[in-house]
T-cell receptor, first 115, second 116 residues
Framework: GAGVSQSPSNKVTEKGKDVELRCDPI?????LYWYRQRLGQGLEFLIY????????KSGLPSDRFSAERTGESVSTLTIQRTQQEDSAVYLC?????????????FGPGTRLTVT | AQSVAQPEDQVNVAEGNPLTVKCTYS??????LFWYVQYPNRGLQFLLK??????LVKGSYGFEAEFNKSQTSFHLKKPSALVSDSALYFC??????????????FGAGTTVTVRA
């Protein structure tokens, strides 16, 4: 079956511009996660959606970052007024549910470069 | 609070030799433990997990891991490494019970290089 897809795969933007990253989770997966992976580092949790519950935004690094999810499908991560430190790979993952024992399935990521 | 450490940035082994990637964790309760692998230019793939039961868990591509509660470790092993196992490996932990038990904490990753 289809896995998690993300678009674009690469994005180069100028400092100060806004960017929007898209994630299509696996059909039927109610939980969706966004992570940031800086070069040579582990994954940094950003935000979590589970069904119709209020999202956990505790990992968003600043108010320039926001995310939305339509029902249990597509999610978009928006970064406003991008800064060079925002350059990273942004990974989306989905899982069958929000309980801790479900493994997450990851998309290929969006590589963001802010010049 | 939950955290995970991968003490080795890099592991180099010859093809056919045993491969071990180390992981230790810290939780306040009991852990759920996961291993993921990231091949070059590809997303993270799930390898295996420990939830409960048998301390030795088997996963994809011939990998296995042993949960050791007394040593708070969850080392990943493969008896005979292949060149195609060269990748970046991440250990992850979830603390249970927790109100935020969906949150996964990842290690910094270990780069495995298997030479022919």
């Amino acid at each position: 079956g289809a896995g998690v897809s993300q678009s674009p795969s690469n994005k180069v933007t100028e400092k100060g511009k806004d960017v929007e990253l898209r994630c299509d989770p696996i059909s039927g997966h109610t939980a969706l996660y966004w992570y940031r992976q800086r070069l040579g580092q582990g994954l940094e949790f950003l935000i979590y959606f589970q069904g119709n519950s209020a999202p956990d935004k505790s990992g968003l690094p600043s108010d320039r970052f926001s995310a939305e999810r339509t029902g249990e499908s597509v999610s978009t991560l928006t970064i406003q007024r991008t800064q060079q430190e925002d350059s990273a790979v942004y990974l989306c993952a989905s899982s069958l549910g929000g309980l801790g024992f479900y493994e997450q399935y990851f998309g290929p990521g969006t590589r963001l470069t802010v010049t | 609070a939950q955290s995970v450490a991968q003490p080795e940035d890099q592991v180099n082994v010859a093809e056919g030799n045993p491969l071990t990637v180390k992981c230790t964790y810290s939780v306040s309760g009991n852990p759920y433990l996961f291993w993921y692998v990231q091949y070059p230019n590809r997303g993270l793939q799930f390898l295996l997990k420990y939830i409960t039961g048998d301390n030795l868990v088997k996963g994809s591509y011939g990998f296995e891991a042993e949960f050791n509660k007394s040593q708070t470790s969850f080392h990943l092993k493969k008896p005979s490494a292949l060149v195609s196992d060269s990748a970046l490996y991440f250990c992850a932990v979830r603390d249970i019970p927790s109100s935020n038990d969906y949150k996964l904490s990842f290690g910094a990753g270990t780069t495995v290089t298997v030479r022919a």
